[in-house]
């Protein structure tokens, strides 16, 4: 089976390992080429850095092959030009970025597979990780499906669950489904290579579709209205990006860490407009939010500074934060 890969973040970086080494193992397994976004300017330098993806196919010598789009004529006589396709069998992504237009999806002998980290057809979308933390789910999973034109819609072949974790955040959460995504890749192709029907399609129920469309960094942009708990659920969804922050008379600051202490103030006393500083100590900044409740931040990164315990600001910066003040 000759194997084209796409896929561009730490998460397809995962499978793609998982690619090689299977590969390794399987003398019947051929990997022609991998896909990945085009390099992008990053973090406060703007230095143009290589994807994790692209990173290690250039390390197992594989070509690699990098489309701003698939879908202008000029865009698709490149991707028919570079390789072989009557000689290609699969197509795998995962967290490509890219939506694969008709063309390209009826390329490969046997279609193309996607590796999506939800439990399809919940979190269709670019952010599926990030949306079931945000929603308090209790479990995501990965699901292996048959390609079609709409966005993640395909039949799915295989599909397993895992636990999310009360304290688990974007980073934590990506790697496990990460592992658990490569573990399932393996068994699959190893499945389908025996009997190509032992892989039956099942249509997805689209009563039950939810989106995950893609967060930028104003996302991170934490809304005191929101009682503590979906506050902490924000800050664990966008642990390590695109990180938060909050306004504080006019200077951003960064958000990583909190605790969310729920319902806290007495029922007969007013609450404070969100955002309001109620207390502040080596605990932490502890902040009016939503519906009566009190979210601590514990971590924070002052303007300029390195992200810091809040009792280490506080010793260094002890007037920096002011009492019944308001945070934006």
């Not at 390789?83 to 992504?93: K, R, S």
């Not at 008709?102 to 980290?117: D, I, Q, S």
């Not at 932490?284 to 002052?302: C, D, H, K, M, R």
Request: aromatic residues 8%; contains cysteine.
């Amino acid at each position: 089976m000759n194997i084209v890969f796409a896929g561009t973040p730490e998460f397809a970086k995962a499978l793609l390992c998982s690619l090689l080494t299977y590969q390794e193992n399987h003398p019947d397994i051929s990997l022609q080429a991998v896909f990945t976004q085009p390099d992008r300017a990053k973090g406060r330098g703007q230095q143009v850095l290589a994807c994790p993806t692209k990173q290690l196919a250039l390390s197992a010598d594989l070509p690699v092959y990098q489309y701003p789009n698939l879908n202008t004529p000029e865009q698709k006589a490149l991707v028919l030009s570079h390789l072989p396709w009557h000689q290609i069998d699969l197509l795998i992504t995962a967290a490509y970025g890219l939506i694969l237009p008709p063309y390209l999806l009826a390329l490969p002998k046997y279609g193309c597979w996607n590796v999506h980290a939800s439990l399809l057809p919940r979190w269709r979308g670019a952010s599926p990780i990030q949306q079931a933390i945000l929603a308090g789910d209790t479990e995501s999973g990965i699901s292996l499906i048959q390609m079609a034109e709409g966005l993640d819609d395909g039949d799915i072949l295989w599909q397993e669950a895992c636990a999310i974790a009360p304290k688990d955040t974007y980073a934590s959460l990506e790697q496990k489904l990460a592992h658990l995504g490569a573990s399932l890749l393996s068994r699959a192709l190893t499945a389908f290579k025996q009997n190509p029907s032992a892989l039956p399609a099942l249509k997805q129920n689209t009563q039950f579709v939810t989106l995950a469309p893609k967060i930028s960094k104003a996302s991170g942009h934490l809304n005191w209205a929101l009682p503590a708990l979906q506050l902490e659920r924000t800050l664990r969804a966008f642990s390590p990006a695109p990180g938060c922050f909050t306004l504080y008379e006019n200077q951003r600051i960064k958000i990583w860490g909190g605790t969310c202490f729920g319902p806290s103030l007495q029922k007969n006393m007013p609450s404070q407009p969100p955002g309001t500083i109620l207390a502040c100590s080596p605990e932490g900044l502890s902040i009016q939010a939503g519906e009566n409740t009190v979210f601590t931040l514990t971590q924070l990164q002052l303007p300029g500074k390195n992200k810091s315990p809040f009792s280490q600001i506080l010793n260094g910066h002890p007037h920096f934060f002011k009492l019944n003040t308001q945070l934006n």
